[in-house]
């Protein structure tokens, strides 16, 4: 991500004159989910009137698009700090029209460097309610405490009005805060939803190398290369690679060039919403890695990170896996290969096991057991438990 990042002097007004929600999520991930939630809103709430900073997902839900958060692709602290001067202009751009248009709420969504900033600038100017405003805060798809920062939930504890998570053992980590904290279905889950693939052994393998551009142009030439290296066991192996946006898309090509020998037999598709087939995947550990663990698709897990964002993490992140899909299990049901382990030998080697015929039945029994471990029965709805809230 380059540092000559440009972002308007001021939103655009709100269309409806007023905001009764302001949506708040920076990811393509955190776009779609939040998408889904305003979806099942609008169909209670016709008259809901929504603004948002997110992407296209969340306009073609009905909210006013501010600014597409999803072009940004910035992962790390060093990416952040070599950034700085863009965040505080896109911050400050951000509070200003929230001072001038007073949206009645604001759902924050996961983006938790951004978005738990945001919420404590709130409460210090005295405009969210637990600074003695009138703007009501919820937060949806919470930040991982349960990985690193533990000691953010007291800070949350301070400033938002209500928290939803989307991992049932994560209500547990508020448990000594007053925060009220409720476990939502996860959108993967939800019956109005659908998952993105489907195991078929007859389909190619799918490569996932995320949907951050810094990300992509560390672990998509992993991914190629280690794909590569399975077709010397499997040459008729060929393989799809999903991507969320243009921009993406455009780092995909670019990367693909430097591996003239697989043009024929590496296709670039765009997310769809359809199923996907696949027989196995090679990903990285991001929210499509529990998709395709849920779908029953067997395969591993590829991660490559700035150096000194490594070693940083390595030290403050107190978990075993990467993988939700594993953490959620407590084993490996995706083997996970972490920046020096990600090589060539490994990840063809993983990639050739997914493919054999006994790997989908294991996928598809991990696939039961994190539906059984998820329980959705009886939880609400995002779209639901915020809707209460704005009642």
């Given at each position: ?7 308007p ?14 949506i708040?999520s ?8 939040a ?16 603004a ?11 909210a ?27 911050f ?6 929230i001072?001038?248009?007073?949206p009645?709420?604001?759902c ?8 738990l ?19 009501s ?15 953010r939930?007291?800070k ?45 052994p ?32 499997q040459?008729?192996l ?36 359809s ?21 029953g ?13 490594y070693?940083?993490g ?5 978990v ?28 063809g ?23 059984k ?9 995002a ?9």
């Amino acid at each position: 991500m380059e540092s000559a990042l440009t972002i308007p002097t001021a939103y655009a007004a709100p269309r409806d004159g007023t905001v009764d929600l302001l949506i708040i999520s920076g990811e393509h991930s955190g776009d779609e989910h939040a998408a889904e939630m305003l979806e099942s809103m609008h169909a209670e709430r016709p008259d809901l009137k929504v603004a948002c900073l997110g992407g296209p997902k969340l306009e073609a839900a009905g909210a006013q698009l501010l600014y597409d958060l999803t072009t940004l692709s910035v992962v790390g602290l060093f990416e952040v700090v070599k950034n700085i001067r863009f965040y505080k202009k896109l911050f400050d751009c951000t509070l200003s029209w929230i001072e001038q248009y007073q949206p009645r709420h604001i759902c924050f969504v996961d983006y938790p460097g951004f978005n738990l900033r945001l919420a404590e600038v709130l409460r210090q100017r005295g405009l969210s309610k637990k600074g003695g405003g009138s703007i009501s805060l919820s937060y949806y798809i919470g930040p991982q405490v349960w990985a690193w920062k533990a000691k953010r939930r007291f800070k949350m504890e301070e400033t938002l009005d209500r928290l939803s998570v989307i991992f049932p053992f994560e209500v547990e980590c508020y448990q000594d805060t007053s925060l009220p904290v409720a476990y939502v279905l996860h959108p993967f889950l939800d019956a109005n939803s659908q998952l993105p693939f489907t195991q078929d052994p007859e389909a190619p393998v799918l490569l996932l190398p995320g949907s951050r551009i810094a990300a992509c142009q560390r672990i998509f030439p992993v991914l190629l290369a280690g794909f590569s290296e399975a077709r010397k066991l499997q040459p008729d192996l060929m393989a799809w690679v999903i991507y969320p946006s243009k921009a993406i898309q455009e780092v995909l090509e670019t990367v693909l060039k430097s591996f003239p020998q697989l043009k024929s037999a590496v296709e670039l598709i765009p997310k769809s919403d359809s199923a996907i087939p696949a027989k196995a995947a090679l990903m990285s550990s991001g929210t499509m890695s529990l998709a395709v663990a849920l779908s029953g698709i067997p395969g591993a897990i590829a991660y490559r990170m700035n150096t000194w964002t490594y070693r940083l993490g390595r030290w403050v992140v107190k978990v075993p896996y990467i993988g939700i899909s594993n953490l959620l299990l407590n084993r490996s049901l995706h083997p996970e290969y972490i920046q020096g382990a990600a090589t060539v030998k490994a990840l063809g080697a993983a990639l050739s096991r997914a493919c054999e015929s006994d790997a989908a039945q294991l996928a598809s029994d991990g696939a039961n057991e994190i539906k059984k471990v998820l329980n959705p029965q009886g939880a609400p709805t995002a779209g639901e438990w915020l809707l209460r809230e704005l009642a």
